[in-house]
């Protein structure tokens, strides 16, 4: 009786101390997992931290600039904050370089991770108007560096309102001229919407206010006939025709211009 008592109480103290082992372990465990946890989660933010500080590092610009460059652009953002990707404010850059005279549309991306993507679209100028200001495809005004233009475009004046008026017409004034192979050179729009053009060949037509394609046309009927005139003069050439007539036309005459010799 006294052997199978002491067996017993071994076999408590054996089962107590598995228990204490079980217990410890699982404790040992749990405490793992929540420090690997934990450090985990350190490391992530410590990681998004450093991301997040990046700062933008290269700005790539593309886009159709015949009239803008680039050191325009980069001196236009240089004052704006690159130092943290995620926190660049793209509308900030778009509007600094919108506000460059010969930019029309501009759009920014960000690009990971640390570039800013710049697409520029400058203005076409189709004209100057009224020596300080240019015309684009759309009849807008705009000011801007007029040595920026290397070639050669018209000239228009005009009341201010009707820019896309003078447009419009020239446009059209030009389309049939061009069958003749002659061109405006120089359009004027008086105050009383009367037209007065200026060919590339140095002749101005006084088109008035109304019936402006058919005087045009009459122009071109007749223009072959009186080149002819000014070859039988002697030192004269066509300064102006007058076609505000309901039926002919007038013709003023000028000295012929001396030819250099070479």
């Known amino acids: 009786m006294k052997k199978m008592t002491e067996r017993t109480v071994q076999n408590a103290i054996t089962s107590e101390n598995k228990f204490h082992w079980s217990f410890w372990l699982g404790v040992s465990f749990f405490v793992l997992v929540i420090t690997a946890i934990l450090t985990s989660a350190w490391l992530l933010s410590e990681r998004l931290a450093a991301e997040e500080s990046v700062p933008v590092t290269s700005v790539k610009i593309s886009g159709e600039m015949p009239y803008t460059t680039r050191s325009d652009i980069y001196t236009a953002i240089e004052n704006v904050d690159l130092g943290n990707y995620f926190t660049v404010d793209v509308n900030e850059v778009q509007q600094k370089i919108l506000n460059l ?51 050669s475009i018209p000239t228009f004046f005009g009341p201010e309102g009707s820019e896309k008026i003078a447009l419009e017409n020239y446009i059209n004034f030009n389309k049939l001229l061009n069958f003749s192979e002659m061109s405006i050179d120089e359009l004027v729009l008086s105050e009383r919407f009367a037209w007065q053009l200026t060919l590339n060949d140095g002749v101005t037509l006084n088109l008035g206010r109304e019936k402006r394609i058919e005087r045009i046309q009459r122009f071109m009927d007749a223009y072959p006939q009186i080149k002819d005139q000014s070859n039988n003069k002697n030192n004269q050439q066509v300064d102006y025709i007058d076609l505000r007539y309901d039926t002919g036309i007038a013709v003023g005459w000028k000295p012929a211009a001396v030819k250099q010799r070479v």
């Open 101 to 151: 005279p010969w930019v029309y549309s501009v759009s920014v991306r960000k690009h990971w991770p640390d570039e800013l993507k710049v697409y520029v679209i400058d203005q076409k100028p189709i004209a100057r108007w009224n020596e300080d200001f240019f015309l684009n495809q759309f009849g807008n005004a705009f000011q801007a560096q007029v040595n920026r233009v290397k070639h």
